[in-house]
């Protein structure tokens, strides 16, 4: 996934699946300098990590 993608997806009204190592995880900012997401695993909020934007895959 791209940055843009990435940005388009957290403004999205709808659900979008996005994956993070074959987990289903919500993206929750990301920073366009650095191409890194900061994501958590569905259901999990307090389980959240700073990954790059290019290991993110759209469902």
Do not use: C, F
Not at 1 to 8: I, L, P, S, Y
Not at 20 to 47: C, F, L, M
């Amino acid at each position: 996934m791209d940055v843009n993608r990435a940005q388009e997806i957290i403004r999205s009204e709808s659900k979008i699946e996005v994956q993070y190592q074959g987990q289903s995880v919500w993206i929750d900012g990301v920073d366009e300098k650095t191409a890194q997401a900061r994501v958590h695993t569905e259901g999990n909020p307090a389980d959240s990590k700073t990954v790059d934007v290019g290991q993110l895959v759209e469902k």
